[in-house]
């Protein structure tokens, strides 16, 4: 597509529930990147991935988090039994190959909302 | 541990300034630093990226400076306009690994006033 497409736009969920959020990235992009946006903290990264595998999940911030990406194409985070420090924007960016000197483009993210 | 501070926090301005935002950080092993644009409600938009040999970079009224050793980048924005209004992140990418695990400041809020 033309640029980095989230959904949903805007998720609000009770504590305890999963919720899983999509990322579409730009087509022919094999990198893939998850970043969370909260008040207070700033941006944060997630994960990475190259293709289908991730090389750097260190970011995830405990083991309610996961993401998969599946045809080199898109992505979903998934977030079991949600708590309400998860409540955050979840941004998703991706670059053409993941070198270090490629600029990223980010989709406008998914607004969650934990109740 | 790489920080990045961006000071300051918002900066309000009358259209036609002339303004810099600055962007520091505590490690000055780095492979780039960028510039991005953060409109409310919207994700991010890469406006400059400095490689870690660069010393600087310009696009259109937007000059970014990166001084490595010092660990600093400024953002100049020449002759502000209303248009300008966004919060403005600075981001390194830390000089070891390849991951995509930018460090991004907390940002500086700007309102360019007509």
């Known amino acids: 597509g033309a640029g980095v497409s989230q959904s949903p736009s805007n998720k609000v969920t009770e504590k305890g529930k999963d919720v899983e959020l999509r990322c579409d990235p730009i087509?022919?992009?094999?990198?893939l990147y998850w970043y969370r946006q909260s008040l207070g903290q700033g941006l944060e990264f997630l994960i990475y991935?190259?293709?289908?595998?991730?090389?750097?999940k260190s970011g995830l911030p405990s083991d309610r988090f996961s993401a998969e990406r599946t045809g080199g194409s898109v992505s979903t985070l998934t977030i079991q039994r949600t708590q309400q420090e998860d409540s955050a924007v979840y941004l998703c960016?991706?670059?053409?190959?993941?070198?270090?000197?490629?600029?990223?483009?980010f989709g406008s993210g998914t607004q969650l909302s934990v109740l | 541990k790489q920080e990045v501070t961006q000071i300051p926090a918002a900066l309000s301005v009358p259209e036609g300034e002339n303004l810099v935002l600055n962007c520091s950080f505590t490690?000055?092993?780095?492979?780039?630093l960028q510039w991005f644009r953060q409109d409310p409600g919207k994700g991010l938009t890469s406006l400059l990226l400095i490689q870690s040999s660069q010393r600087e970079q310009t696009s259109g009224r937007l000059n970014a400076s990166l001084d490595k050793s010092s660990g600093r980048s400024t953002l100049y924005i020449a002759a502000s306009q209303p248009g300008d209004s966004a919060t403005y992140l600075c981001a390194v990418y830390p000089g070891s690994g390849n991951t995509g695990k930018l460090i991004f400041g907390q940002g500086t809020t700007l309102q360019v006033k007509p």
């Open positions: 960016a991706s670059s053409k190959t993941g070198t270090t000197n490629e600029k990223l483009f």
């Open positions: 991935f190259q293709g289908n595998s991730a090389p750097d």
């Open positions: 087509s022919g992009h094999t990198a």
């Open positions: 490690d000055s092993a780095i492979y780039n």
